[in-house]
C-alpha cells in the first residue's frame, strides 16, 4: 500500500453502479488492493431514483452527506431524510432503498470490500 491522493481540481466523474449518480473514485481501491472503496457521490440534476429494495453483499458501507439531501428507506428504522453533514452506517445484507434526493446531493461513500454485488430483493413486510 502507498500514499494515494485524488485531487479536487480537474477530478473525474463516471457512470457507476445507479444511473441517476456520477461517481469519482477516490483511489482507495487501487491503494488498498480491492479491500476498501471510496468515492464521492454527486446526483445527475434531473434523474430521480427508481426506488427498488435491494441488498449489498459486504462487510460495510458507510455514507455521508457533503450537501444536499437524500431520503433511504431501510428495512429495520424505516425512511429516513439524511442532510448536510448526516452519515449512516449500513449493516451488511440490510434490504434498503433511496426514495429522493435533490439535485445538487454529494455524498461520500466508503465500502469493503471495493467490488461487491448487488441484488434485486423483495420489501420487507410492513
Not at 17 to 40: M, Q, S
Not at 93 to 121: I, N
Amino acid at each position: 500500500m502507498r500514499t494515494t491522493v485524488s485531487k479536487a481540481k480537474n477530478a473525474t466523474y463516471d457512470a457507476g453502479l445507479r444511473g441517476f449518480f456520477a461517481y469519482r473514485d477516490l483511489g482507495a481501491r487501487e491503494a488498498t488492493g480491492g479491500g476498501h472503496a471510496a468515492h464521492i457521490i454527486r446526483a445527475v440534476p434531473g434523474e430521480g431514483p427508481k426506488p427498488a429494495w435491494h441488498t449489498h453483499d459486504l462487510g460495510f458501507q458507510l455514507v455521508l452527506v457533503l450537501q444536499g439531501w437524500v431520503r433511504f428507506e431501510y428495512e429495520d428504522i424505516g425512511e429516513v431524510l439524511l442532510e448536510r453533514g448526516d452519515s449512516v452506517v449500513q449493516p451488511p445484507g440490510m434490504r434498503h432503498r433511496e426514495v429522493a434526493h435533490s439535485d445538487d446531493l454529494e455524498m461520500l461513500e466508503v465500502t469493503s470490500p471495493a467490488a461487491f454485488q448487488t441484488a434485486e430483493a423483495d420489501a420487507p413486510a410492513a
